[in-house]
């Protein structure tokens, strides 16, 4: 059983992450903390409780990890395909179009193929059917023919997976769907739902503090807050449109500086020049993003030069 009093915590907010902790009554070692047997957890904050937690399943170097994804799969040229692939070895995991803004069989099995020679994580990344927006507008589409599409996406990268010998890890809606998932509850019950029904143990890639995020808690299932490293935030925490100016980075300095005031910080610039918290298990990166892979070879150089290690948040 576990008895903490009077715990105070002092966590800087830079990349060493200084972590300081005082107790009256302590352990001589965080490790021997067991937290499966703590029943007295009212005593503790619960922030300061998944703080301790946290710190106690770092290695003894307190190393940082953080996951960074790219959308691919959604290539149309030979030229564009092997890019997708030199973005591959960067990434820890990967969010394959699976037929509902762009992606068929042939361009899923690719980007399956080699995912699995990076020992990348794969999940599956549907949209709206609206090839011709390339599912970046929302579209008028009862519930029974979104459901019945998003069903059919996703169980294709399943079914593809299944014969490549390897399966989905983790589902993250694309373009408008994750707009409108994130604003939405009712557009997230649904999305959830359909997850829910293929595989619960699907990880769900969305935006902390959205409405997919309080869903995807109601049905017991696992949510990874995702940031993105390209894209310009409003004040809300919410992503930009695409059609405002401003709303995608295109300098590569600008968008490793976010990456690393993310990850370390846990904090981004807003479009109005403000800071705003924000909570980041995974990094987004947009394939199609100006400097794409220049990006994500900096990001990556970056994080790892203090000491951030880049895996994926499948365990």
Excluded: W
Aim: glycine fraction near 4%; proline fraction near 2%.
């Amino acid at each position: 059983m576990c008895n903490i009093y009077n715990t105070s915590f002092l966590i800087t907010s830079t990349c060493a992450k200084l972590i300081l902790i005082e107790m009256h009554y302590f352990f001589s070692s965080v490790e021997s903390l067991d937290f499966n047997k703590c029943s007295n957890l009212n005593l503790l904050k619960i922030d300061q409780f998944n703080i301790l937690k946290k710190i106690k399943n770092m290695d003894y170097k307190n190393q940082i990890t953080i996951d960074l994804n790219a959308d691919l799969g959604e290539f149309q040229t030979d030229t564009q395909y092997l890019y997708e692939l030199q973005i591959l070895n960067h990434v820890s995991s990967c969010n394959i179009a699976c037929g509902g803004h762009t992606g068929n069989d042939e361009s899923m099995k690719k980007i399956i193929v080699a995912c699995q020679k990076n020992k990348v994580s794969i999940g599956a990344h549907p949209s709206y059917p609206d090839p011709m927006g390339f599912g970046r507008r929302s579209i008028e589409i009862n519930e029974s023919r979104l459901k019945e599409s998003l069903i059919h996406q996703i169980n294709k990268l399943v079914a593809l997976s299944k014969e490549l010998n390897t399966k989905p890890t983790h589902v993250k809606a694309h373009g408008a769907l994750y707009h409108d998932v994130s604003n939405s509850k009712d557009v997230a019950t649904l999305f959830v739902d359909v997850i829910n029904q293929i595989d619960p143990n699907l990880y769900i890639l969305g935006l902390p503090g959205s409405a997919i995020e309080s869903v995807v808690e109601e049905h017991g299932m696992r949510f990874i807050c995702e940031a993105f490293l390209d894209r310009r935030y409003s004040d809300s925490g919410f992503l930009l449109n695409r059609s405002q100016q401003g709303a995608i980075l295109e300098n590569v300095s600008e968008c490793c500086e976010q990456a690393v005031n993310i990850v370390c910080n846990n904090k981004v610039q807003t479009e109005t020049g403000g800071l705003i918290d924000i909570t980041a298990e995974t990094l987004c990166l947009h394939s199609d993003s100006p400097n794409a892979l220049k990006t994500a070879a900096r990001v990556r150089s970056e994080l790892e030069k203090i000491n951030i290690t880049i895996q994926s948040f499948v365990v």
